[in-house]
């Protein structure tokens, strides 16, 4: 029934005006709309709406994955901007400078300014 509808990822964040800064300057993200209560994103494969919440960065797993193309390019880049990627050592997840490889794809993560975990992907 909704295999062919559009999603929308929601977001928490504790400071909408910082989340939204943090998002344009280190991934060159502009919402289409922004209220006091949230910011609305469009992106090329749905909707991302960030919004106000005291629970933000609690959650202790991914929130959005983005594609990538070519990570560790889209990793130097954002290297350059500052951002630091996370670094898993468990029975089922490691990293190596940041990115872990299943087969063919390859991952990345990092933390926005929320403390929300955002991934990257290579190969899906």
């Not at 005291?54 to 560790?72: E, M, N, V, Y």
């Not at 794809?105 to 926005?112: L, S």
């Amino acid at each position: 029934m909704f295999a062919d509808r559009k999603a929308t990822t929601m977001l928490p964040a504790k400071d909408i005006e910082r989340a939204v800064a943090w998002y344009a300057d280190k991934l060159g993200l502009k919402p289409v709309s922004q209220e006091d209560y949230g910011a609305n994103y469009q992106l090329n494969g749905g909707t991302v709406f960030l919004y106000k919440s005291d629970f933000a960065g609690t959650a202790q797993h991914t929130l959005i994955t983005f594609d990538s193309p070519d990570l560790d390019a889209d990793m130097r880049a954002m290297r350059g901007k500052g951002i630091v990627f996370l670094d898993y050592d468990l029975p089922d997840l490691k990293t190596e400078n940041g990115v872990a490889t299943f087969g063919q794809v390859k991952n990345a993560w990092t933390k926005d300014s929320e403390g929300n975990i955002l991934g990257f992907v290579q190969g899906m």
